[in-house]
């Protein structure tokens, strides 16, 4: 079946660097653009980052711009979020999600990861 | 950024009645970029409602959505237990992508 999981999540001090993976299962993964979402805990959801289907462009939110990176395997089927220099209000459930339509415009989240808990702390 | 603004943040409602969450946009947002989602606790989002009036696979027909330019809504016709949960708003306008900040719906 259509599945992300997410991996990498745990507990980090302040400043250290993280990287998060997002495997990809029961769908062509190369075809679809992916995103990142947070949400902090018991906040709403913050979207993080995307990177289109083949890697051509990558978008940030301005709290982790020059901070995070979001790139892809596709011979893996594996979304990457590297985090570095990690702050307290980093702390969050991080989702990865798929776009809705392959190769297409960006118009909805459609499959989620079930999420990995990271925690900054000293 | 566009920011959405959700309404109300908390609805009371019981099991039955109709339920009707807003979500009012910064800037005009087109259509086809307006999506909405569930979440309970513990859970992933899941879709509802893509391109502001579009049901998801699986989503019953109680669900609906509506609106254009810079005001949306999520209608549930008649409340199911299961639909006691908290809702959100994004848009795909532009980047950044934002959400909403969430409607909560509670039983009464």
């Known amino acids: 079946q259509v599945q992300l999981v997410e991996s990498g999540g745990g507990v980090v001090q302040p400043g250290r660097s993280l990287r998060l993976s997002c495997a990809a299962s029961?769908?062509?993964?190369?075809?679809?653009?992916m995103h990142w979402v947070r949400q902090a805990p018991g906040k709403g959801l913050e979207w993080v980052a995307v990177?289109?289907?083949?890697?051509?462009?990558?978008f940030y939110a301005d709290s982790v711009k020059a901070r995070f990176t979001i790139s892809r395997d596709n011979s893996k089927n594996t979304l990457y979020l590297q985090m570095n220099s990690l702050r307290a209000e980093d702390t969050s459930v991080y989702y990865c999600?798929?776009?809705?339509?392959?190769?297409?415009?960006?118009?909805?989240?459609?499959?989620w990861g079930q999420g990995t808990m990271v925690t900054v702390s000293s | 950024e566009i920011v959405l603004t959700q309404s109300p943040g908390t609805l009371s409602l019981s099991p039955g009645e109709r339920a009707t969450l807003s979500c009012r946009a910064s800037?005009?947002?087109?259509?086809?970029?307006l999506a909405w989602y569930q979440q309970k606790p513990g859970q992933a989002p899941r879709l509802l409602i893509y391109?502001?009036?579009s049901r998801a696979t699986g989503i019953p027909d109680r669900f609906s959505g509506s609106g254009s330019g810079t005001d949306f809504a999520l209608t549930i016709s008649r409340l199911e237990p299961e639909d006691f949960a908290v809702y959100y708003c994004?848009?795909?306008?532009?980047?950044?992508?934002?959400f909403g900040q969430g409607t909560k719906l509670e039983i009464k």
């Open positions: 999600a798929r776009i809705r339509v392959p190769w297409g415009s960006f118009d909805a989240f459609d499959i």
């Open positions: 029961g769908f062509t993964f190369s075809s679809y653009g």
């Open positions: 990177i289109w289907y083949d890697g051509s462009n990558k």
């Open positions: 800037q005009s947002v087109s259509s086809s970029y």
């Open positions: 391109g502001a009036s």
């Open positions: 994004q848009q795909f306008g532009n980047s950044p992508y934002t």
